[in-house]
């Protein structure tokens, strides 16, 4: 059996799992494939390809061009970057793996302080000799939205509270009563964007939440307040926050995520001074990846057997 191990950009695959116990030979790709045709010439032949997350897609047209591939692992227990309709047609098994939510919530108010206080400016400037050079802005007696007040969504809305934020939320589904049961407010689409001093963006990416907010959404915001995202890149309108962005019509954003990842070098959101950026690094976080490779080689050894795990439908 041969196994490949996809865009493990840290190299930290073989140390947190026993790959050894599958007796097959395992290959690491730690940098993304440019392409499809990249990524089908590079894996060809392999028997089995472990998947972090949506890094790399397997659309029908990929997947019909890797006939070796038996069985497509994927960390987490749901992937939008694999056709499974073609898979099951193909004969592909695909199993998941667990998931924790929590990295994602740490890092989504790793951003949230990171932009409030400026820390990147005020490391900077240590860093080079100098001292202070900003005024953050606090928190406490602010107004936390959210957008999508669900498991992740309603624990970043937890910790608001904690820090003394009135939380409020909108979603297309969501209802006062629900809203009632995290301590948090319901209110409009519209005045989730006007009343927030931090808006945080926490719904899945659908055909319903592409583009969900637009330019008219953030040209409604606070010029104070800072918009953040760890959800996915689409829901935002990527053009037009960059607009609001440079003319400072809000004080900046926190992003982790993009429409094109890894974001392009020369992309202009990195060279604006009001934007926070991330590398999609949300779920990466040691204890989350422990489970996902360890569950890996549950499912392949379950594969091996004749059976199978996690199965992905």
């Known amino acids: 059996m041969k196994i490949a191990i996809l865009d493990d950009y840290q190299n930290t695959a073989t140390s ?61 227990p749901a992937n939008a970057a694999i056709d499974l309709a073609a898979a099951q047609r193909l004969g592909i098994t695909v199993s998941g793996t667990r998931y924790e939510s929590h990295p994602t919530i740490e890092h989504t108010w790793a951003l949230i302080l990171g932009a409030a206080r400026n820390l990147v400016a005020e490391a900077e400037s240590m860093r080079t000799g100098g001292w202070q050079v900003s005024v953050g802005q606090g928190l406490h007696g602010k107004t936390l939205g959210i957008l999508g007040l669900g498991r992740i969504g309603s624990q970043v809305a937890r910790v608001g509270q904690a820090f003394g934020m009135d939380t409020i939320a909108w979603s297309q589904n969501l209802t006062p009563e629900t809203a009632a049961q995290h301590g948090v407010r319901a209110v409009t689409k519209e005045e989730l964007f006007t009343q927030s001093d931090v808006l945080s963006i926490h719904v899945l990416l659908s055909k319903r939440t592409r583009g969900l907010v637009g330019a008219a959404e953030l040209r409604s915001m606070k010029p104070s307040a800072v918009l953040v995202n760890t959800s996915r890149g689409p829901i935002v309108d990527e053009a037009a926050l960059i607009d609001v962005l440079r003319e400072g019509a809000i004080q900046g954003a926190a992003l982790d995520v993009y429409d094109t990842e890894p974001l392009p070098t020369d992309h202009q959101l990195r060279i604006l001074p009001n934007a ?24 392949i050894a379950a594969f091996q057997a004749g059976s199978s795990l996690r199965l992905i439908k």
């Open 16 to 76: 947190l799992a026993d790959w050894g116990s599958l007796a097959a030979e395992v290959v690491v790709f730690s940098k993304p494939f440019a392409d499809a045709d990249e990524v089908v010439r590079s894996l060809a032949g392999f028997d089995v390809l472990v998947a972090m997350r949506e890094r790399t897609r397997f659309p029908a047209e990929v997947l019909e061009r890797l006939p070796a591939l038996r069985l497509l692992v994927s960390t987490g």
């Open 276 to 299: 926070l950026l991330t590398g999609h690094i949300g779920y990466v976080n040691r204890d989350l990846y422990e489970l996902f490779y360890q569950d890996s080689v549950e499912d």
